[in-house]
């Protein structure tokens, strides 16, 4: 029996930080020994919030390396560009037809971005029309472009084109993957086939991994600036840790913890044994916890995930050879079953030879 497929993918904006790695990396690692996985670097996205083509084509070759450097094992798992495959920029074109400008102004992902790249707040009281009279009546030169408004189609067409059954994406990615489904339901219900499967998310625990970052609240995030990065020096890691917020420590014991100290015992949970887990956790308890000892701690358990990470990272993109060959073993896969697609809906929408 086949396997079901699983498809997921990273937009190269930068290097991957510890959140990337628990709510994306490592679950692709362990999905690979099991499912027909299809891993991917999401270039064209990106091309819809970057400007720079230097800093792309960098950060392209560097997230491949992080790929291969925690562990996704080419032979097992399909690695490969976006743009290497342009069948799918063809189906993203005729998936268009089928989509609308509404849904998709709609979409929540949307809205943050264009306010984001335009330099407009979040109004309390977030109505439709508001939002339509900023976005179209912006006087500024900043645009938000086309692309973004279409970045759930490409997504769709991402997962589509592959036949996914399985998609493993962080919470901030579950809208875009309900648009996909009903994307799927309307191609098939409006053509009277079956052509595409209704792809859902994929979690190994009830509740999505969340990493918070080092500055004291919310999770960590490439725009937030309170990341650790995977490919961090040990010595700029340390520092980093060493300055994270913390509050003025117990008062009494059995206190209530605070987030930023709450932020710091998730993270020692992500990376360190439960027996010095609960180590620190009794030393908070009886007030006897010194936040600096904390931090050393963690400091060191991360560096125990991230170094080897670093070092083969800096390997890897030294193997120019090594990462074409591993992309256009990638390249094959993800082009053969998105050309079959691809054939299946242009004969499907009318877009046949005479
Ligand atoms: P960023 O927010 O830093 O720009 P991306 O949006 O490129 O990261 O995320 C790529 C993948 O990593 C997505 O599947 C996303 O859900 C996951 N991810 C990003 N940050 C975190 C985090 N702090 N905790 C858990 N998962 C995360
Ligand atoms: N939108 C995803 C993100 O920002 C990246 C992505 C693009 C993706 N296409 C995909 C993820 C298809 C899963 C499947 O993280």
Redesign the pocket.
Known sequence: MSKDIV?????PTGNLHLGNYYGALSKFVKLQNDYDCRFFI?DL?ALTTSTDPDALHQSVRGILAQYLAAGIDPEKAAIFVQSDVPELSELYLLMNMHVGIGELMRTASFKDKARKALGIKTPENDSEEAFEQQIIGASTNKRVNAGLLT?PT??AV??LAQKARW?P??KD?LQ?LELTRRFARRFNSFYGVEEFIEPEDFQFTDKPVKVPGLDGSGKMGKSEGNCVYLIDEPKVLRKKVMRAVTDEGPQEPNSPVSEPIANLFSLLELTSTPEIVQQFKDAYADCSIRYGDLKKQLAEDILKVTDPIRERTAEILKDEAYMRKVLARGADIARAQASETLREVRHIMGIRKI
């Open positions: 498809l997921s993918g990273i937009r999401a996205h970045y490409l997504m991402d997962i998609v994406v962080g990615q875009h």
